[in-house]
């Protein structure tokens, strides 16, 4: 069984599925979703959880305090859907809405 994810403020969903990790399944769907490291490190791909529930992963607390998760705060690399999702997140600038083709990839590199 799978949940649907919508990122605000755009309102692009994907589907996602429960053991997959929601930045994968974005990426999958052609979104461009800000990340870099992909483990959980970088904070790139950090979005607020409005609405949902998430398993946040195995990510170190240096990065994602439990501070930040009591605020919703999740890292997309790491975190898995428990249910359906609202998440808010700004796409990268200039390419939200651009779809890519499968296997094609956005990288946000943290200069």
């Keep these: 069984m799978s949940f649907q994810v919508t990122l605000q403020p755009s309102g ?3 589907q996602v599925e429960p ?3 929601i930045l994968e399944a974005g990426i999958k769907a052609g979104l461009a979703i800000p990340y870099s490291c992909r ?3 970088c904070r790139s791909c950090r979005g607020k959880v409005v609405q949902g529930e998430v398993d946040f ?3 170190h607390p240096t990065y994602l305090p439990d501070s930040d998760k009591a605020q919703g705060l999740a890292l997309l ?3 898995t859907a428990k249910s359906d999702l609202v998440v808010e997140i700004a796409e990268l ?3 939200a809405g651009i779809k890519l ?3 094609q990839s956005f990288e946000l590199c943290n200069l």
Excluded: I, N, P, Y
């Design 101 to 103: 083709d499968a296997g």
């Design 39 to 41: 483990s959980g490190v």
């Design 77 to 79: 690399c790491s975190a």
């Design 93 to 95: 600038e200039g390419l």
């Design 19 to 21: 053991d997959e990790k």
């Design 12 to 14: 692009h969903q994907f």
């Design 57 to 59: 992963g195995q990510v």
